[in-house]
C-alpha cells in the first residue's frame, strides 16, 4: 500500500515536470531542487529524473547549449560568465565546453564590440582620460565574462579605425 502511494506521488511529480519541461528547458540540477521540495526521496528524485531525460524532456547539453546563446546573444555575456552560471546550475564542464562551441564567436565579437563602444562613448562624454577609459572598459568587459585580450583586440581596432 505504501509502495503504491510513493509511486503515484512520483507519478504526479514526473507529470508536473514534464509539463514543467515542456515550457523551457531546465538543467537537471534545477529540476532535482524542485524535486527535493516536494520531499521525494533520493531514489525517486533519480527515477523521475531518468524518466525525463529517457523522454527526451531534459537534457543538460540541450539546456546548456540554449542558456549559452541566449545570453551571448540577449544578454552580451561573454564565455567566462556563461561557463560560471552553468557550472553553478550543475552543468558538468564538457557539456559546459560542448555548449560553448555552438556559440557563434562573429555574433558573441559584434556583441562585444557594440557594448564597449556604447560604455566608450559614454566615458568620452564624460571627459575622461584614455587610460580611465581602458581600464573601465576593461573592468566592464571582464564584469560581463569576456577575457582581457578581447578587450586589447577591441582597443587595438578602435586605435586604428580613429586615427
Known sequence: MV???RMEVCRRALGQMMALCSRREYAAGELRE???KKELTVEEI???LEQLQQEGFQDDLRYAV???RDKSRLAGW???KIAYALHQKGIASELIRQAWLEVDEREAWKKLVSLLS???RALLRQGREERDIYQRLSAYAQ???YAW???QQYWKAFKRDNE
Request: net charge positive; glycine share 8%; hydrophobic share 40%.
Open 3 to 5: 509502495q503504491q502511494e
Open 34 to 36: 524542485k524535486l527535493q
Open 46 to 48: 533519480a527515477w523521475v
Open 66 to 68: 540554449a542558456f549559452a
Open 78 to 80: 561573454g564565455e567566462r
Open 118 to 120: 556604447v560604455k566608450h
Open 143 to 145: 564584469q560581463k565574462g
Open 149 to 151: 585580450e578581447q578587450v
